[in-house]
C-alpha cells in the first residue's frame, strides 16, 4: 500500500511466466500451491521471537485446512521475518521497520506491522524491545518532520523515492512528504497497545512526549482556522493522484473543525480535504493517547488537550461528516468540504469507512457504521470489484478491476455470518497467486495478475484474521476450504 507510485518495484503487475513460474496449475485454473515454507531460513531472519513462534504453533494446529495453515505460518511473521532493523541510538533501542519492497519506513504501515504481536509482548522481552525501538524511532521521525508519511534509515539521507523534485519543505531523512492525517493516528494506537499489554514506561520518554505534542499541534494546525497552514505539496506528474491543485494546497474548504489531510492512506491525493476514516480515527486515536499521557507519563495537561481535540473533531464530524444513502437514510461520507459537498467511495487502504472498527473508531454493531460498510461493499462504490476470482474494494492507487486482499480481510472481521466469512477465507486461499503470501492486490479475474509480491501489512493483516477467528468463531478454523 504505502508507497510512491512512481517506485517500479511498487507497482509492477506480476504476469505471464513470471507469475506462473510461481504456481502450478490444476484443471480448472486452480492454482496448487507447494506447502514448503515460504519464510526465510531462520538464520536469515531478520529477528525471531519465541513468542510469536509459539503463537504461530498454537494457532496452526487449530487450522484443518493445510493451505490456509500455510498461508498464515507465511504470513504472520513476515514483518519480523523480513522487514525489522534493530540497532541502538543513544544507548536507547531502535528499530527501523521497512513497509517490505521499499526501503523506507511508513509511520502507518511500520505501525500496524507491529501491532499484529502487540498481545504477546508481555510474553517476551526481545519482542518488547523491538517495541520500544520502533516507537522511539516514530518520535525521531515526527519531530523531523510531522507532515511527512514515509522516512529514511538515515536521518542524514535524501529521498531513495524520486521524491527529491516535489514542490514542497523536504527535508533531510525524509523519504516522501505527503500529509496524511492516519500518518500521525497510527504511531498513537501503536502506543496505546503497547501501554495496555505491558504497562511498560520505557519507551514514553521526554522524546516521545516532544513528539505527541508535536503531532497533536499539527492536526490542530490543519483545521486551517487562521490561513492555509504551513504545508504545500506538489509533484511535477502528470497524475492528479499525485500532487495538490492551487499551489499545492488541495481543494477549498469551509473551515468546520474537521483536520484537513492532503493524501489519502493509499498516498492518493483527497478530492475534498475532510477525508473522513481518517478524522474518525483521529478521535479514536486521541483518546488513546490521552490514556498513555495520563496513565504513563501523569501528564493530565497533555491527555486534557489530546482529549479536548478529539471532542471538537467529534463534533464537527456529526455535523459535516455523513451523507444520503440514496435510499432514506444516512452513511458517512468518505471525503468532505464543509460546504456540503461529499463523495462517497471506499478505498481499501485502512483507514476505510469498511476498516473503522479495527482501529476502534467505529463499532462494529453501530448501525451507522453498518450501513456504511454495506454501502461500501458493493455498486455504489466506484472500487468494488466482482469477478471471477474474488470479490472486494480497491482503489485509485493501483486502478480498476485490482481487488486488494486487505478489503477481504477486512469484511471478514466486520462480519459474524459463517457464510460470508467461509467465502472471504476461500477469496484469500484461492487468490495468493502461488505465493504463499498476501498481496497488494490482484486483479479480479486472474489472481496471477497482481501487485507486490512483498507487502508486509498485508500479510500482518491476514494472520490478525485468523487470530480474530480463532478467538471468535473456531469452528470455521477447523473446516477445509
Given amino acids: 500500500m504505502s508507497g510512491a ?78 522487514t525489522v532493523r534493530l540497532g541502538m541510538v543513544d544507548g536507547k533501542p531502535d528499530a527501523f521497520v521497512i513497509t517490505g519492497d521499499i526501503e523506507a519506513l511508513w509511520l502507518r504501515d511500520s505501525s500496524a506491522q507491529m501491532q499484529t504481536y502487540v498481545h504477546l509482548a508481555p510474553k ?25 508519511n514515509a522516512f529514511m534509515d538515515d536521518p542524514t539521507a535524501k529521498s531513495n523515492l524520486g521524491a527529491r523534485t516535489d514542490q514542497t519543505e523536504m527535508k533531510p531523512g525524509v523519504a516522501e512528504r505527503k500529509w496524511e492525517i492516519d500518518s500521525l ?69 469551509r473551515k468546520v473543525g474537521l483536520i484537513h489531510s492532503m493524501f489519502r492512506p493509499s498516498d492518493d491525493a483527497c478530492l475534498y480535504p475532510f477525508l473522513i476514516p481518517s478524522n474518525l480515527f483521529a478521535v479514536s486515536a ?21 482529549e479536548a481535540l478529539a471532542t471538537e473533531v467529534e463534533a464537527a464530524l456529526r455535523a459535516h461528516g455523513r451523507m444520503p444513502d440514496g435510499q432514506g437514510g444516512e452513511v458517512w461520507a468518505y471525503e468532505v468540504d464543509g460546504f456540503g459537498n461529499a463523495i462517497f467511495m471506499d478505498d481499501a487502504n485502512v483507514p476505510s469507512l469498511s476498516g473503522l472498527p479495527l482501529l476502534g473508531a467505529a463499532d462494529r454493531a453501530d448501525p451507522l457504521f453498518r450501513r456504511t460498510a454495506a454501502l461500501a461493499w458493493s455498486d455504489r462504490n466506484p472500487y468494488f470489484f466482482a469477478g471471477k476470482a474474488a470479490q472486494g474494494i480497491g482503489g485509485p492507487h493501483i486502478g480498476l478491476d485490482m481487488i486488494w486482499p486487505m478489503s477481504i480481510v477486512t469484511h471478514a472481521m466486520n ?18 497467486g502461488g505465493t504463499g503470501f498476501m498481496h497488494e492486490s490482484f486483479h479480479k479475474d486472474d489472481p496471477t495478475k497482481f501487485t507486490r509480491s512483498w507487502f508486509a501489512w498485508a500479510n500482518g493483516l491476514f494472520g490478525e484474521l485468523i487470530l480474530d477467528l480463532e478467538r471468535r468463531k473456531p469452528a470455521l478454523l477447523a473446516a477445509r476450504y
Fill in 5 to 82: 507510485r512512481f517506485t517500479p518495484r511498487r507497482r509492477d503487475v506480476m504476469t505471464g511466466a513470471a507469475a506462473l513460474a510461481l504456481t502450478a496449475a490444476l484443471p480448472g485454473g486452480a492454482i496448487a500451491a507447494p506447502l514448503a515454507s515460504k519464510r526465510p531460513p531462520r538464520g536469515e531472519r531478520r529477528f525471531v521471537s519465541a513468542a510469536v513462534e509459539a503463537e504461530i504453533a498454537r494457532v496452526k494446529a487449530k487450522i484443518a485446512d493445510p493451505e490456509l495453515a500455510w498461508l498464515f505460518e507465511n504470513c504472520y511473521p513476515n514483518t519480523l521475518d523480513t
Fill in 124 to 148: 517476551d522481552a526481545g519482542l518488547r524491545r523491538v517495541f520500544v525501538g520502533l516507537i522511539a524511532r516514530q518520535a525521531r521521525c515526527i519531530l523531523i518532520d510531522p507532515y511527512a
Fill in 185 to 253: 493516528c497510527y504511531p498513537m494506537r501503536l502506543a496505546h497497545g503497547y501501554w495496555t499489554a505491558t504497562h511498560d514506561k520505557t519507551p514514553f520518554d521526554d522524546l516521545w512526549a516532544q513528539a505527541m505534542v508535536r503531532a497533536v499541534a499539527t492536526f490542530r494546525e490543519q483545521q486551517r482556522k487562521d490561513g492555509k497552514g504551513p504545508y504545500h505539496f506538489q509533484r511535477l506528474n502528470v497524475s492528479p493522484t499525485e500532487t495538490l491543485m492551487f499551489e499545492g494546497y488541495g481543494a477549498p474548504t
Fill in 286 to 306: 486521541l483518546r488513546m493517547l490521552a490514556t498513555v499521557q495520563r496513565e504513563a507519563r501523569g501528564d493530565t495537561a497533555g491527555a486534557a488537550d489530546s
Fill in 415 to 432: 462480519s459474524d455470518d459463517d457464510a460470508v466469512i467461509r467465502q472471504c477465507l476461500t477469496w484469500l486461499k484461492t487468490t495468493h
